[in-house]
């Protein structure tokens, strides 16, 4: 169909289903991603949460944190119960690492702003996409310091990966089936215009070489009288010029 | 044969392209629902087993130093928390060896308690879920010295996954519905420039061939069938104008050549046959002529307006998260922004249509894409509200030049008499990109946040540029300058109490309604309801579609009945009493029953107004022109959309969101009451015919 009303109504029905198709998967799978994210965020923060009241359980004693050497057992056996988390820290006031599942990491420095945000009493790590902390406080409502989770980018991807790639092969399906039936329809909508069309063409070079008269169907709908009405005035036009044309010839030669 | 024209082609391509978009966006939806449920059920579970874990090592620490679990105290201030930080987990409860609930806290005990005690839980695998109702229920022991005694049960909502699932479809709904509409304006735009415009020039044509014309061709330069055919009719008619032109360089030879005077007259008898039957094209040829159509610039403006319209669900709460100037209430801050761009475009709507005027449609809507653009990528950058203020004062200025550049080249491309199609051009690609870009707009900034959705939307108003510079045919020829209303006009105007009493008491205060409850107040209500940015969306969506679906009735009705002023009161007094519903405090569904009310009202009022103020201004459009009333109306109508936010601003310190927009209700309802009485004195309105 090249040069065809079929193809570009086609391009662009093709166009239509290919960037609803796009915006829907991209859109849905950006739901499921932050539908997940929040699941397995929410899922660290029970830990983090579990760990937190032990500690502060403690503190709550009178015991100040650094002296809580059986913290460093809890963060262990939770880092050892769950192989997903990357790390867990328990840091103080001043953001220096006091316990940590990685022992080789005690005595480095969170970042700054978290100790910022540490007074809010909420997940102060809530902008890192894959850490939860939440701040240590004592009896008197002092914050003594963090607990910070981090859980690796892989446990999400595990789950998504498969979901991104099901949706992809699916939507690709549905292309590679629906396409061709909207190129179809078009062709099948337009195919009968078309052929109108061509066919008038014909009959009016006909008519214009040849002569006769255009005479339309019973039920014709407008464009079709009129174009019966067009090719008969152009034959007529063309019969009357030539016959004046003749007459001014014959009349050239009297003399 | 049914060449159709386009008039039954475009609707069945219209369920050609609803067969082939909604059907595998459904499957695609529903697959994904399923893969949903799949994924999301056992991170749930997951969850319930880490949180039942962790609680059960804490009770099994309790009940190993001693205290019998039925006299364990303040549970119900341990679950609280856990509960409500996990809205998938309905309930928390502890059990005793033979069933009895000992503590529980979510769900009555009654719910529960039937199932815990019929049920083995001893044969049941560690990790393994039981089904009550609709709740999953994980039982984990709570042990004393290595014996259970007592359960703790952790409750799952089954309904959360569907809920979540429910979500999606529901956006996969919006974007399939912005795809129908954007479907509708693309197939539109390929049906009239490919199919039905060819076709009616080519009618034209042969009409005017009928009747022995040939000085004109269609201008046609597509090569498709329709074009094919075009220029076949025009090859027929040129080969008659070579015909005759050929005689008629015949005829002027024997004219002046030949010897006898008696040939010469007869010679002429002939040639003034043939001209006194058929008219040729005095220049030598058929001239060629470009007809253009208003749907040529529809397409450029569905997709500025598409693009302005995206920010519309978040726009206040966008301006929230910016710092602010100390001197304004926060929510003074918060209208600002949105009442200096209406301000702006009211402002350089006059000054736009005079230089769409003088410069032509496409130069004005390419110029005035330059501050739009500027202005939507400068929001999305902003980092202050006074930043945003200045930005979106620029956007203001861009879709004043852009629309009016529309408005123009669409007054152009009609007859006089189809003037009221053309508007309803214009008018139904502003409402469908309405409905578009707020639908979008709220999906969209759930996923990308709200810089980058003004980007997406600076995208794609680049993108109805360079479709308006493709499609939108640039002036051929200088205008005369025309005339722009003029201050003296707007005093003149306001001397006719008619049209003042219509503006003040009708068209300003439901503007006001209009920007103050739509784009201010709504979102901002909605979200301290704690709904999301895609239900604001949605519910804006309702007002935005009634009124799509209501104004062309309503245009319809009141061109029958005449009944304009009843009509435009009869939406003030629906407008208003919708407005007072949130005094019934009933939290959203009264948001969602005022947009209702606001688009019935709107639906009712815009088009009768618009035809009201040409009867009532009968004499001011014979002397200022209709263009320049109907200029000035909107105008003054641009008042009440820059006083709607700040008039709103200015009540939520004293009421609250609910009562700002019960008090614009209030003033919408006056107003209109005022008006339906001082209509009365209107007496019989004239048409708007004869008042053009």
């Known amino acids: ?255 | 044969m049914t060449l159709d024209g386009s008039r039954s082609l475009y609707p069945r391509l219209l369920v050609l392209a609803i067969l082939v978009l909604v059907s595998p966006l459904a499957l695609l939806g529903f697959d994904a629902m399923d893969g949903f449920e799949k994924g999301l059920t056992p991170e749930i579970e997951h969850k319930a087993a880490i949180v039942g874990g962790d609680l059960a090592d804490q009770l099994d620490r309790a009940v190993n130093y001693g205290i019998p679990i039925d006299q364990l105290v303040g549970l119900d201030e341990f679950f609280a928390p856990v509960l409500d930080a996990n809205r998938e987990l309905r309930y928390l409860a502890i059990t005793d060896g033979d069933g009895k609930v000992l503590f529980l806290r979510g769900v009555p005990a009654a719910d529960l308690e039937p199932h815990f005690r019929n049920t083995d839980f001893d044969l049941m695998v560690p990790g393994q879920t039981s089904v009550i109702g609709d709740y999953a229920d994980l039982a984990v022991p709570i042990l004393a010295d290595g014996t259970r005694v007592g359960l703790l049960h952790v409750g799952m909502d089954v309904h959360y996954v569907h809920h979540r699932v429910a979500e999606i479809l529901i956006d996969v709904a919006v974007v399939l519905a912005v795809s129908l509409l954007l479907a509708s304006e693309i197939l539109m735009f390929v049906v009239v420039v490919n199919i039905s415009g060819p076709l009616g020039q080519a009618r034209r044509l042969m009409e005017r061939v009928r009747h022995g014309d040939f000085t004109l061709l269609p201008w046609v330069v597509t090569s498709d069938e329709v074009g094919r055919f075009v220029q076949c009719l025009n090859g027929a008619v040129r080969g008659v104008d070579q015909l005759y032109r050929t005689l008629a360089a015949y005829v002027e030879e024997v004219r002046g050549a030949h010897f006898d005077p008696t040939v010469v007259e007869r010679v002429g008898v002939v040639a003034e046959g043939i001209d006194a039957a058929y008219r040729f094209a005095p220049d030598g040829a058929p001239k060629l002529r470009h007809e253009r159509h208003a749907v040529d610039v529809r397409l450029p403006l569905f997709l500025f307006t598409f693009a302005e319209e995206l920010s519309r669900p978040f726009l206040p709460l966008y301006i929230r998260s910016l710092p602010s100037v100390t001197w304004l209430s926060p929510e003074m801050a918060m209208a600002v922004p949105i009442a200096v761009f209406m301000a702006c475009v009211g402002g350089f709507t006059p000054w736009a249509g005079t230089l769409t005027a003088r410069h032509g449609s496409r130069l004005v809507f390419l110029v005035g894409l330059v501050p739009a653009v500027l202005g939507l990528v400068m929001a999305g950058l902003a980092e202050s509200m006074v930043d945003l203020t200045l930005w979106r004062a620029a956007t203001g200025i861009g879709y004043a030049l852009i629309t009016m550049a529309c408005q123009g080249y669409i007054a152009r491309s009609v007859h006089e008499s189809s003037r009221t199609q053309g508007l309803g051009v214009f008018v139904g690609a502003v409402l469908t990109a309405s409905v578009c870009g707020m639908a979008l707009g709220g999906v969209l900034v759930e996923r990308v946040g709200f810089r980058d959705a003004f980007f997406v939307a600076a995208g794609l108003a680049v993108l109805s540029g360079l479709l308006a510079w493709r499609m939108v045919e640039p002036e051929t020829e200088r205008r005369e300058r025309e005339r722009a209303p003029t201050l003296r006009d707007m005093i003149a105007l306001l001397g006719n109490w008619r049209f003042t009493v219509l503006m003040v008491f009708s068209a300003i205060p439901s503007k006001m309604a209009l920007t103050g409850v739509v784009f201010f107040l709504v979102p901002l209500h909605l979200w301290s309801l704690g709904c999301g940015f895609g239900d604001i969306a949605r519910m804006l969506m309702v007002y935005a579609v009634t009124v799509v679906v209501l104004s062309p009735l309503v245009a319809r009705l009141a061109d029958r009945s005449g009944w304009r002023a009843g009509l435009v009161a009869s939406g003030g007094v629906l407008g208003g009493l919708g407005l007072l519903a949130p005094a019934l405090g009933l939290g959203s569904d009264s948001v969602l029953l005022a947009l209702a009310c606001l688009g019935l009202a709107q639906g009712l009022s815009a088009s009768p107004q618009m035809v009201l103020v040409t009867d009532v201004c009968a004499a001011e459009c014979r002397a200022f022109d209709r263009t320049n009333v109907l200029a000035l109306c909107r105008l003054l109508e641009r008042i009440g959309s820059t006083a709607g936010p700040l008039a709103a601003a200015a009540v939520i310190p004293l009421a609250g969101y609910d009562g700002a927009m019960v008090a614009l209700g209030a003033l919408v309802l006056a107003t209109a009451l005022v008006f339906a009485v001082a209509a009365t004195a209107y007496g019989r309105a004239r048409p708007a015919e004869e008042a053009a």
């Open chain 1, 1 to 255: 169909m090249p040069g065809s009303v079929a193809r570009k109504v086609s391009a662009a029905l093709l166009a239509i289903l290919l960037g609803t198709m796009a915006a829907a998967g991209v859109f849905t799978y950006s739901k499921l991603e932050s539908v997940s994210a929040s699941l397995v965020r929410s899922r660290y923060a029970v830990q983090v949460l579990s760990i937190k009241r032990n500690v502060e359980d403690r503190l709550n004693l009178g015991f100040p944190l650094r002296q809580l050497r059986p913290i460093q057992d809890v963060v262990e056996r939770e880092k050892a119960g769950d192989p997903e988390i990357v790390d867990i820290q328990i840091f103080d006031a001043h953001g220096e690492v006091v316990f940590d599942s990685d022992r080789g990491s005690v005595g480095t420095v969170v970042p700054s702003n978290w100790l910022n945000s540490l007074g809010n009493g909420e997940d102060f790590a809530a902008d890192d996409d894959r850490v939860v902390g939440l701040p240590l406080i004592n009896g008197f409502g002092q914050v003594e310091g963090g607990v910070v989770l981090h859980y690796p980018s892989a446990s999400l991807e595990r789950g998504m990966g498969p979901t991104a790639m099901r949706l992809l092969g699916k939507a690709a399906v549905l292309l590679a089936v629906f396409a061709p039936l909207a190129v179809l329809g078009s062709y099948l909508l337009l195919n009968k215009v078309a052929r109108r069309l061509a066919t008038m063409g014909t009959i009016l070079g006909k008519v214009v070489a040849e002569g006769g008269e255009v005479v339309p169907d019973d039920g014709s709908d407008a464009l079709e009288t009129g174009f019966a009405a067009f090719a008969t005035r152009i034959r007529e036009a063309t019969d009357r010029i030539r016959a004046a044309s003749d007459d001014v010839e014959r009349l050239d030669r009297l003399t």
